[in-house]
């Protein structure tokens, strides 16, 4: 248990920075955008590729958010069916959710993986700024291997809460 809770803190800390640095990007997203709209419209000069960055740096929020999200509790839940079960089987549909969250997130951190080196061995550049693509497709990579590690910690404190309250009963 103890090698357990040493990997979440890890893994919860990586989570954390990664999130603080999915919201600067964001804030720098942001700054462009409002720079490259002011330059349209006082003087008809946008910046040059602030479309592309903004895409790309889209790519990065999105997904780098993903980790810190489940962490926090914060991503959405429609819970119409979910909330009127009991407890016990509230916290067993948790449990068959983050098994499904760590399904899909090994895949698809994989793939990307696969598909970043695909992309780094065809030379794909961005149209405008010829900026290369596979460091974006190895941030989804990334993100989703965190959102993947996240998943598995919060399936073990799903876990051990489902025993705590099989227990008391």
């Known amino acids: 248990m103890r ?3 040493s990997v979440e803190k890890i893994v919860s800390r990586v989570v ?3 999130g603080i640095g999915a919201m600067l990007l964001l804030g720098v997203m942001m700054l462009l955008t409002v720079a490259d709209v002011t330059l349209r419209y006082l003087f008809a000069k946008p910046i040059y590729g602030g479309m592309e960055l903004t895409e790309y740096l889209m790519v990065c929020v999105g997904t ?3 980790a810190w999200c489940a962490l926090q509790g914060a991503h959405i839940k429609v819970d119409l069916i979910v909330s009127r079960l009991p407890p016990t089987a509230q916290k067993v549909t948790d ?3 983050y098994l499904v969250v760590i399904g899909v997130c090994g895949v698809i951190a994989s793939q990307a993986f696969l598909r970043a080196k695909v992309v780094q061995n065809l030379g794909v550049d961005s149209p405008v700024l010829d900026i290369p693509q596979y460091p974006f497709v190895l941030v989804v990579s990334f993100s989703y291997l965190l959102l993947f590690l996240i998943s598995i910690v919060l399936l073990i404190h799903s876990i051990s809460s489902l025993m705590v ?3 008391k009963k």
């Open 3 to 5: 090698l357990v809770y």
């Open 16 to 18: 954390k920075v990664v």
């Open 64 to 66: 780098l958010g993903l």
């Open 95 to 97: 449990i068959i959710n």
């Open 165 to 167: 309250k099989v227990q």
